[in-house]
């Protein structure tokens, strides 16, 4: 089985957070991409990269790059912010189905409840009633629907830091809760660390249901110094709690042989969530991360 390696906007520090700006232009960073070695990108932000089908389809083609997939987060514990939810992702999953991608990667709306940025990294609790579970799984599962019904997409859904789904705890309540069918799980290996698990058990105890893969590594030690200092989410990016490939904690030779074992065909998003005024600090970061995983049989 194959497994192909892309890259992503957020690697050049471009979020989906509404209060933080790009820092370079998308032209820049698919050049960087391309430069450094990966075949394929995520769409970032909505409205970053041409949202014209042509248009980005020929900046891709000009690079040899592919559209893979999209991350819309979601406010999935408000029922009353599902239809606005749905809208956006068919929003989304217009585009990527006119590219030919296949995925479209939901999350929560993570970054916006102050308690789980405060605390992550640190949560061991779920902070969800089972109703509230329910609630929030009924989201994933109208989203995961509607997208596929009209264009053919699969949900990858991805737990992350500083939402509500952030630890394997809380990513077992959602799975159970949802269509295995239409909604399958995007594995970020470095926050399934920084949230206390382990990323090969990961991949060990939900085998084809992982979907989508995240390759991101986590700096036990900084992870451990921003919580001494109980230093949130944002500031624990900032320090560098998602560092360079083979850096880290994940056992990355582990994961891919585990994923391969699994018979998963298709990418890995190399990410390095950063956050710095060092302009030349992605390119940097994704070259050695490319090279890294080419040391390793990728």
Same mark, same amino acid.
């Given at each position: ?41 995520? !769409? ?11 248009? !980005? ?33 068919? @929003?989304? $999953? ?27 990294? %640190? ?22 629907? %509607?997208? *596929? ?10 737990? *992350? ?10 990513? %077992? ?6 269509? =295995? ?8 290996? $470095? ?24 390759? @991101? ?17 944002? &500031? ?16 990355? =030779? ?17 990410? &390095? ?9 992605? @390119? %940097? ?14």
């Amino acid at each position: 089985m194959t497994i192909r390696l892309a890259s992503a906007p957020v690697s050049w520090g471009i979020y989906e957070f509404e209060d933080m700006m790009p820092m370079f232009a998308y032209t820049r960073v698919l050049d960087e991409m391309h430069a450094a070695g990966y075949a394929g990108t995520e !769409l970032g932000p909505y409205g970053y990269l041409p949202t014209n089908p042509q248009v !980005l389809r020929a900046e891709l083609d000009a690079r040899g790059l592919r559209l893979l997939s999209a991350f819309v987060p979601v406010n999935l514990a408000d029922a009353s912010a599902h239809a606005a939810g749905i809208d956006e992702a068919l @929003k989304v $999953g217009k585009l990527l189905h006119a590219l030919g991608a296949d995925t479209l990667v939901l999350a929560d709306d993570n970054g916006a409840v102050p308690d789980l940025v405060a605390r992550a990294g %640190r949560r061991t609790d779920s902070v969800l009633t089972s109703d509230q579970w329910d609630v929030y799984a009924r989201g994933v599962n109208a989203i995961a629907s %509607r997208v *596929h019904d009209a264009y053919g997409l699969r949900v990858a859904f991805h737990h *992350h830091c500083g939402g509500y789904v952030e630890t394997p705890d809380e990513t %077992r309540m959602l799975l159970d809760r949802t269509d =295995p069918a239409q909604v399958g799980l995007c594995l970020d290996t $470095g926050h399934w660390q920084y949230a206390g698990g382990d990323a090969l058990d990961a991949v060990r105890e939900f085998g084809d249901r992982i979907t989508y893969l995240h390759l @991101k590594d986590h700096n036990p030690t900084v992870a451990a110094r921003c919580s001494e200092a109980n230093s949130d989410y944002f &500031q624990a990016v900032m320090a560098g709690v998602f560092c360079p490939l083979g850096e880290g904690d994940v056992d990355f =030779p582990g994961v891919i042989g585990a994923m391969r074992a699994n018979l998963y065909d298709g990418w890995a998003i190399v990410e &390095q969530d950063i956050l710095t005024d060092d302009l030349d600090a992605p @390119k %940097r970061y994704a070259t050695a991360n490319r090279a890294y995983l080419l040391r390793i049989g990728l």
